[in-house]
């Protein structure tokens, strides 16, 4: 079955580093882009950026940009989000999503058509 | 406040249709016909129900369509089930800046 394998739960502390992974389980991993996607306890899903492992081409969405880093491992069909110094706010579900579809140089196409289980990222002192 | 705009709630009885509005600008659903449509319920990841506009994938009931009329689109549900009872996200695509965008999400009850 081809699904989409996310890292476990997280508790940390406010200023803590943080690197959490999505990993592909029966498909071309390099063939897709995958994308991230936060939802705060009880609010609605925003997307955060996309990468395709490939060639590790990344797309930010403006509110994230400088926020987090999106990166990706081909050798081991694995894409990972990260956070330098976690603030308070960070606290959320943390989804990634392949993209059925592509990005060129200016723009993307498709929609996202299979989802990791979450990764629930808590920031506490 | 998200950049794409859905009822908060909307409510149907088992066998009715109902109907979700996503209103975006020109920059977004007006401009691209890829706005999308995802079934999240409680404690779960989303599900793409509907892609482009208007195509299932693969294994979604027909029951699920949608459509777009401007800067709006909608997702209808007809001969509405008790399981269908879950939030409903839009989603569409606004260009190379700023890629992707959600709407705030509309939670649908069964009665």
């Known amino acids: 079955e081809v699904q989409l394998v996310q890292s476990g739960a997280e508790v940390k502390k406010p200023g803590e580093s943080l690197k959490i992974s999505c990993k592909d389980s029966?498909?071309?991993?390099?063939?897709?882009?995958i994308g991230w996607v936060r939802q705060m306890p009880g609010k609605g899903l925003e997307w955060m950026g996309i990468i395709y492992p490939g060639d590790s081409d990344t797309r930010y969405s403006p509110s994230f940009q400088g926020q987090v880093t999106i990166s990706a491992d081909k050798s081991i069909s694995t894409a990972y989000l990260q956070w330098s110094s976690l603030k308070a706010s960070d606290t959320a579900m943390y989804y990634c999503?392949?993209?059925?579809?592509?990005?060129?140089?200016?723009?993307?196409?498709?929609?996202?058509?299979?989802w990791g289980q979450g990764t629930m990222v808590t920031v506490s002192s | 406040q998200s950049a794409l705009t859905q009822p908060a709630s909307v409510s149907g009885s088992p066998g009715q249709s109902i109907t979700i509005s996503c209103t975006g600008t020109s920059s977004d659903v007006g401009s691209y016909n890829l706005v999308s449509w995802y079934q999240q319920h409680p404690g779960k990841a989303p599900k793409l129900l509907i892609y482009?506009?208007?195509k299932r994938p693969s294994g979604v009931s027909n029951r699920f369509s949608g459509s777009k009329s401007g800067n709006t689109a909608s997702l209808t549900i007809s001969g509405l089930q008790a399981e269908d009872e879950a939030d409903y996200y839009c989603?569409?695509?606004?260009?190379?800046?700023?890629?992707?965008?959600f709407g705030g999400g509309t939670k649908l009850t069964v009665l």
């Open positions: 029966g498909y071309s991993f390099t063939s897709y882009w």
């Open positions: 989603c569409s695509y606004a260009g190379s800046s700023t890629f992707w965008v």
């Open positions: 482009e506009g208007s």
């Open positions: 999503a392949r993209l059925e579809g592509y990005c060129s140089s200016n723009s993307c196409y498709g929609a996202f058509d299979m």
